[in-house]
């Protein structure tokens, strides 16, 4: 059973509406081997958002959002992205059979540009779209009224924007608490603070039905260079845009509030905090997923281990807890900065004198 129509009576979701999957969800909780211990946390896991069929959480917020495309016959699917809401939206459209355009942030990487045009998407790129605050909600009016004249919405993975779909991804909170085992502390990387919201929202629904003993708290994580909540949640202010985006995290590059003030209030409310960190240590921190843990994230999915290793350092984590980092996209999508080492041998002999001297 899809992880939508698991929890169908903790999400609000017309009863007759049909549910498009393509498999999402139920994605693998690990115990940390290595990074854990290093750290000194007894009880480390990773939530790997990577293993959804897009290779990123996007796709149980594209499920419902489709879903609701559908039932409401929308002509178009009509969405800004960064790259893996695209490609999301871009999968279930082809399964929901409506053609889909996609709004990009500027600099969006090949990775995800390659996925959603080999599912079919219209790609437009646009300029300073997604960088410069100004013309990133110029651009997002714009889409609006394109929007109204098709008589559909923008899908923005977002509640501000779409509150239907977005419930899609509280469904996290949902597998992490149905194992029995509910988490202390979850570190969530976040650009505009959807995902951080949905994840707060779905341990707050959860706990309400089931009465739970304890509430998880929701850390919010974000690159200095896109400081949009996270320090506001530390010094109890209000979201705020930043005027230049000047992370280099593609997925987290989002200038504009978006959810911001939810998640300040809600991660609050939760006990969470907020964490900065640099592009550096969030790249160092996706190759020690991949050398140590066999985990191949993106560079925006190895932000919350870097919170994680703040929080630490800040001493706000007590070494006990059961603590979850969420791995939020694949290392697929984004190799633009890797650059492989590799022998180029000519003759198959000499390959054989290099592997004997190991
Ligand atoms: C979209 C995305 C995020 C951030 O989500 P927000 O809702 O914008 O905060 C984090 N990681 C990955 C891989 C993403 O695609």
């Known amino acids: 059973m899809s992880t939508l129509q698991k929890y169908r009576t903790l999400l609000e979701i017309p009863d007759e509406m049909q549910l498009l999957t393509l498999g999402e969800g139920h994605t693998p909780l690990v115990r940390s081997r290595s990074i854990g211990p290093d750290l000194g946390l007894k009880n480390l896991f990773f939530k790997l958002e990577t293993l959804n069929p897009t290779g990123s959480y996007k796709d149980r917020f594209a499920a419902l959002a489709l879903s609701g495309l559908l039932a409401d016959r929308a002509p178009i699917c009509l969405a800004t992205s960064s790259g893996n809401t695209g490609a999301a939206l871009a999968a279930y459209s082809t399964i929901a059979n409506i053609p889909c355009h996609i709004a990009l942030i500027d600099g969006t990487p090949m990775g995800k540009l390659t996925q959603m045009y080999a599912h079919g998407a219209h790609l437009w790129m646009l300029k300073d779209f997604g960088k410069d605050v100004k013309k990133t909600d110029e651009i997002f009016e714009g889409l609006k009224g394109i929007a109204r004249e098709y008589n559909t919405g923008i899908q923005v993975s977002a509640f501000s924007t779409q509150p239907f779909a977005m419930q899609g991804v509280q469904t996290i909170s949902y597998e992490l608490c149905d194992r029995g085992n ?177």
């Open 182 to 358: 509910q988490p202390q502390d979850v570190f969530v990387p976040a650009g505009g603070g959807g995902l951080t919201l949905a994840i707060a929202r779905g341990f707050q629904k959860w706990s309400l039905a089931h009465k739970a003993l304890h509430t998880t708290r929701v850390h919010c994580v974000q690159p200095e260079g896109n400081d949009t909540m996270a320090s506001a949640i530390r010094n109890g202010k209000r979201a705020a845009p930043v005027d230049k985006s000047t992370t280099t995290i593609s997925g987290l590059q989002v200038p504009s509030i978006l959810d911001g003030n939810d998640v300040v209030r809600e991660v609050t409310e939760t006990g969470g905090n907020g964490y900065l960190v640099t592009d550096q240590r969030i790249m160092e921190w996706q190759e020690s997923l991949a050398r140590k843990e066999g985990i191949y994230a993106e560079p925006a999915g190895a932000v919350s281990v870097a919170g994680l290793e703040r929080a630490l350092q800040q001493g706000e984590i007590n070494v006990n807890d059961n603590v979850v980092c969420i791995i939020t996209g694949h290392g697929f999508k984004n190799t633009s900065a890797a650059k492989p080492e590799v022998v180029h041998i000519n003759e198959f002999k000499e390959l054989k004198k290099l592997l004997n001297k190991l």
